[in-house]
C-alpha cells in the first residue's frame, strides 16, 4: 500500500516542515531538562549522576519516538495534533514527577512514560490498519515497547537498586531494539532502509531541542546570577564566562555540522539508519549541555570555592562530552572525526588533575577557553576550505 494515500500520513515527495504544533509539544521538554539539571545538581554522586542519566535516556525516548511518528504523520491533522496534546500531558506528569522518581513517585513516572510509549504505538497502529505497509514495523516496536513498559513498572514498584537495575533494563531494550530492527518470532524485523524519513524534519526537530537544552544553561546562569544578593567581581566574571561558554556550544553545533545533517539524511542510501544515528548522537549530545548548566550554576554561584571533586567532574564533563557528542556527529555527517575536538579532549582531562588546585571560576574559564579555542579552529578551517570550494569551481 503506497503511504502517501492514507489520509493521517505526510504527502509523499513534499517537504516535511516542523509544524507550530510541535513546537507547542516541546515546551514541555524545557522544564524535564529543567528538573533533570536541578536534580543532577542535587545529587552529585556517582548514584547521582547514573539515575540522571536513566532519567534524562527515558525523557529522551518518549521524545525521539514522538519525532519519527510526526515525520511520518501529519502533525496538522486534528487527530495527530489531539495525539500530541495527550502525550503532552502525559510528559508534564513524567517531567513533574522527575525530583522523586527514585524516591515516591517512581510509580507515576514509570507508568506516565510507559502509557507514553505503548499508547502512542497502539494508536498509530489503529489508525494505520491492518495493510498499511508501516503496520508491521509498528506491531514490531508495540511487543518490544510492552517488555520495556513491564520493566518501567516493575522499577516502579520497586525501589532503590531494584529500580534503578529495572529500568536501566528498560532504557537498553529501548535504545537496543531499533539497532537489531525491533526482532519479533514470527514477525521478522524491521529494515532500516523501508524508514522513508524526511531528513529535513529530522534534523530541524534535532536541532530544537539543543536549543531547548542550551535554553537551560542561560537559565541556570542567569538564575544563578539573580540569587546573587550583593554580586562581586567575581560574579560578574563568573557570569560572562558561563555566558560564553553557551555561546561556544551553540556556535559549535550550528555552524559547523547541524546545517550540513538535512543534505546528508535525505541524499543517503539509507536515511532511517542515519537519523537513527543522529538520535543517539543527541542523547550525548544534549547530556553534555545538561552537565554543563549544572557546572554554570555552580560556578556563578560559587566562583571563589576550591574545586572540590564532585565540582571537578562536572566541569570537565559537561565540556567533554559535548565535545565527544559533536566530534561523533562531524563523524556522522562528514564521515570524518575532527580531530580539533580530539584535542580539546585531551585538553580537558589533562586540567582535570589541576582542578583540585583551583578555585571554581578559574576552572570555569579554563573549560571555557578550550571550548572556545575548538569553536574557533573549526570555524576557521570551515571557511578556509569552503573559500578553497569557491575558488576551484571558479
Not at 519516538?65 to 515525520?71: E, F, P, R
Amino acid at each position: 500500500m503506497n503511504t502517501s494515500q492514507h489520509p493521517l500520513l505526510r504527502t509523499l515527495g513534499q517537504p516535511a516542515r516542523v509544524a507550530s504544533v510541535e513546537l507547542f509539544f516541546d515546551l514541555v521538554y524545557v522544564f524535564a531538562i529543567t528538573q533533570l539539571s536541578h536534580y543532577l545538581l542535587e545529587h552529585l554522586s556517582w548514584p547521582g549522576v547514573l539515575q540522571t542519566a536513566t532519567l534524562w535516556f527515558a525523557v529522551w525516548l518518549g521524545w525521539q519516538y514522538t519525532a519519527w511518528v510526526t515525520n511520518w504523520f501529519n502533525p496538522e491533522h486534528l487527530v495527530i495534533r489531539t495525539m500530541l496534546m495527550v502525550l503532552m500531558a502525559l510528559a508534564l506528569l513524567v517531567s513533574a514527577a522527575i525530583p522523586d522518581a527514585f524516591g515516591e513517585r517512581g510509580l507515576l513516572f514509570a507508568c506516565s512514560f510507559a502509557a507514553i510509549q505503548v499508547g502512542r504505538t497502539l494508536f498509530v497502529l489503529y489508525s494505520l490498519g491492518p495493510g498499511h505497509a508501516l503496520t508491521p514495523n509498528f506491531l514490531r516496536m508495540l511487543c518490544w515497547l510492552l517488555v520495556s513498559a513491564a520493566l518501567w513498572i516493575a522499577g516502579g514498584v520497586n525501589e532503590g537498586s531494584s529500580r534503578l537495575v529495572l529500568w536501566l533494563l528498560a532504557v537498553g531494550c529501548e535504545y537496543l531494539s531499533p539497532m537489531a530492527g525491533f526482532p519479533v518470532p514470527g514477525l521478522g524485523r524491521s529494515q532500516t532502509s523501508d524508514w522513508t524519513i524526511d531528513g529535513g524534519h529530522l534534523a530541524e526537530r534535532c536541532q530544537l531541542f539543543v536549543i531547548i537544552a542550551l535554553g537551560e544553561s542561560v537559565l541556570a546562569t542567569g538564575a544563578s546570577f539573580g540569587h546573587a544578593a550583593h554580586p562581586g567581581l567575581a560574579v560578574w566574571i563568573a557570569f560572562l564566562v558561563s555566558f560564553i561558554g553557551c555561546v561556544a556550544m551553540w556556535w559549535m553545533y550550528f555552524d559547523t555540522s547541524s546545517g550540513d545533517a538535512a543534505h546528508v539524511i535525505e541524499h543517503s542510501d539509507d536515511p532511517g539508519r542515519l537519523g537513527a544515528y543522529f538520535h543517539y548522537v543527541h542523547v550525548v549530545l544534549i547530556a553534555g549541555v545538561i552537565v554543563c548548566a549544572v557546572a554554570d550554576d555552580v560556578v556563578v554561584a560559587h566562583p571563589l570555592e576550591p574545586v572540590k571533586a564532585r565540582y571537578a567532574a562536572v566541569v570537565v564533563a559537561g565540556p567533554l562530552v559535548y565535545l565527544l557528542a559533536n566530534a561523533w556527529f562531524s563523524r556522522v555527517v562528514h564521515g570524518r572525526f575532527p580531530w580539533p575536538h580530539a584535542l580539546g579532549m585531551g585538553a580537558l582531562l589533562a586540567l582535570w588533575s589541576l582542578l583540585p588546585r583551583l578555585n571554581l571560576l578559574t576552572a570555569g574559564a579554563l573549560t571555557t577557553a578550550v571550548m572556545v579555542l575548538v569553536t574557533m579552529w573549526v570555524a576557521y578551517h570551515r571557511r578556509q576550505d569552503a573559500a578553497a570550494t569557491r575558488r576551484s569551481d571558479s
